[in-house]
């Protein structure tokens, strides 16, 4: 079954413990990227990536990092997070930019 | 969630109605368009798409219309179900990057 699978699906931290959400896909889709979805503001693009080693910042990628080392997967890392990277984080995967993009289930992370 | 839901604009129709769900673009440059279904918990869905060289597109119980001339795209689902409940949002291959750009969305209600 082609899906995009994110985890964990819920997370609670503290403000400054690093933490990784992983992301992978099975439908050879060169092109990942990350979303935060926070109410009255839609998905807003953290990074992508269009290939492996490629990444680059999409509209709020402060406080962010990625890293693209294999074509499947696309963590997202936040070094040390804070209250206001609380959301409801999406990955998503297509063949291109502009395509059909599939979503993972999301992470919703709590930062207290 | 359920706070995805939260500032959005609502649509409560009956069931078995037909619902109409619209969506103002952005950028004139955009070629392609897809619906997004949300439901809560999940991530979000593909429902249809269309392509600019065209102006009405259907598909199983969803039809979606473009009018280029003022930036306009709706979501037209037949016969409405308990189902059909979700957020609807739609997006636009308007990106710098040539990305997707997703609306707030419309959470749709339907009443059994």
């Known amino acids: 079954e082609a899906q995009v699978t994110q985890n964990p699906r819920y997370l609670i931290t503290v403000t400054g413990k690093k933490l990784t959400v992983t992301c992978s896909q099975n439908?050879?889709?060169?092109?990942m990227s990350w979303y935060r979805q926070d109410p009255g503001l839609g998905l807003r693009q953290i990074y992508y990536s269009m290939n492996v080693e490629v990444t680059d910042k999409g509209d709020v990628p402060e406080g962010y990092k990625v890293s693209r080392k294999e074509k499947r997967n696309f963590p997202l890392i936040l070094e040390s997070p804070s209250p206001n990277q609380t959301s409801l984080y999406f990955c998503?995967?297509?063949?291109?930019?502009?395509?059909?993009?599939?979503f993972g289930q999301g992470t919703r992370l709590t930062v207290v | 969630g359920e706070s995805v839901g939260l500032h959005l604009p609502t649509l409560s129709v009956q069931e078995g109605d037909n619902s109409i769900i619209n969506c103002a673009y952005s950028?004139?440059?955009?070629?392609?368009f897809i619906w997004y279904k949300q439901e809560s918990g999940k991530g979000p869905q593909f429902i249809i798409d269309i392509r600019s060289n065209m102006d009405k597109r259907q598909g199983q119980r969803v039809t979606v219309l473009l009018n280029k001339t003022v930036k306009h795209l709706s979501l037209q689902i037949a016969a409405t179900q308990p189902g059909d409940s979700a957020v609807y949002f739609c997006?636009?291959?308007?990106?710098?990057?040539?990305?997707?750009?997703f609306g707030k969305g419309t959470k749709l209600s339907v009443k059994p």
């Open positions: 998503a995967s297509s063949w291109e930019a502009n395509t059909e993009a599939f």
């Open positions: 997006a636009e291959n308007g990106g710098s990057q040539g990305n997707l750009i």
């Open positions: 950028n004139s440059a955009s070629d392609y």
């Open positions: 439908m050879n889709h060169e092109y």
